[in-house]
């Protein structure tokens, strides 16, 4: 039902291809999908004359509702119900979980006073499930112990700085490859390159959490590594035509689901080769290895904890409570 005045503001009707719907897969059963493109209206009254902080405040409604109208779909209202104090953690940061809205209408009732928004919200479905089994509502599979790794790197033999994104980073890569030659699945950086800028990279090297945990929600990894790399000219042997290169790596690690430094190492390595370009592949593999041998036990122990504690809390009841049988009233 429409308000007899309304102040349009905008109205876009696009239409998008089906959603792509994410299954949680049980051994053997059929299980709910979860929806990763939902679409929300939310009116809300207008205090003191102020729509623009209204509908700040009806988008933040929306985008929580999406994220529940999603969990609810997944589990289903009785579990939803008997969950529900676990699953406040989710909701209250439902926008770690949007990947993108707009608007589909949105319009202000000056006669009412109030403030109307419908919104297509697109969420990441896989960093529901990870907080979802991180919680204990549902089992975790061996493949959520994933890891990205994000490295902005310096190079001496690359003057020109190109774009994060643009560039594929030795010690990146070098670090990689060790952590897949220990067993551990690395989403690449093809795989989440349109998912966020570069800012949250570069704040979470710096040492923002936040940044870190918003990066392993949407790459869909729980540890997150992310850091700064430098290569220099340490020495030139003009008669040998050598040159030494020392590579310097400096990460964080961060656990995106329980949202909390695991660990921090620099380390660094030379190399004498012939080119330039030799010595900075040599150095930075080294110091690459180094850091690879000294922080994966701390990941390891990290995992480990993990599935104790996630078979804690399957112990506990995750069912709603059945009827009293007859018998015992």
Do not use: C
């Not at 969990?71 to 009785?78: K, P, Q």
């Not at 040492?207 to 030139?236: M, Q, R, Y």
């Not at 921090?264 to 030799?278: I, P, Q, Y």
């Amino acid at each position: 039902m429409l308000f007899r005045m309304k102040k349009l503001l905008s109205v876009a009707v696009l239409w998008v291809p089906v959603s792509v719907l994410f299954l949680f897969s049980g051994a053997g059963h059929s299980q709910p999908l979860i929806q990763s493109i939902q679409e929300i209206e939310t009116q809300i009254t207008v205090k003191n004359g102020n729509y623009l902080k209204a509908r700040k405040q009806a988008i933040y409604i929306s985008l929580k509702k999406a994220v529940k109208n999603a969990l609810l779909d997944f589990m289903g209202e009785a579990e939803y119900k008997a969950n529900k104090r676990y699953l406040r953690k989710i909701l209250k940061n439902s926008k770690r979980y949007v990947q993108s809205y707009r608007f589909l209408e949105v319009y202000d009732d000056m006669d009412a006073e109030v403030s109307f928004v419908k919104l297509e919200v697109v969420l990441y479905p896989d960093a529901i499930t990870k907080s979802l089994a991180n919680l204990g509502v549902i089992p975790e599979s061996e493949g959520a112990k994933r890891m990205v790794i994000l490295i902005q790197e310096t190079s001496f033999s690359t003057p020109v700085k190109s774009s994060f994104w643009n560039s594929v980073p030795i010690s990146e890569t070098a670090l990689s490859q060790d952590f897949i030659e220990a067993g551990i699945s690395v989403v690449s950086r093809t795989a989440v390159q349109n998912l966020f800028p570069e800012e949250w990279v570069e704040n979470a090297g710096k040492g923002d959490i936040s940044a870190a945990v918003n990066i392993g929600l949407k790459a869909g990894a729980d540890i997150v590594i992310v850091g700064n790399a430098v290569s220099t000219l340490a020495e030139k042997n003009f008669t040998e035509g050598e040159k030494v290169v020392q590579a310097t790596i400096s990460v964080k690690v961060v656990s995106s689901l329980k949202s909390a430094l695991i660990a921090a190492k620099s380390d660094f390595a030379t190399a004498r080769k012939k080119g330039a370009l030799a010595g900075e592949l040599s150095a930075f593999s080294s110091a690459s290895q180094k850091l690879a041998r000294f922080l994966l036990p701390s990941i390891q122990r990290h995992w480990e904890r993990g599935t104790e504690n996630g078979k804690k809390k399957q112990a506990k009841p995750k069912t709603p409570d059945l009827p009293m049988p007859l018998t015992d009233l």
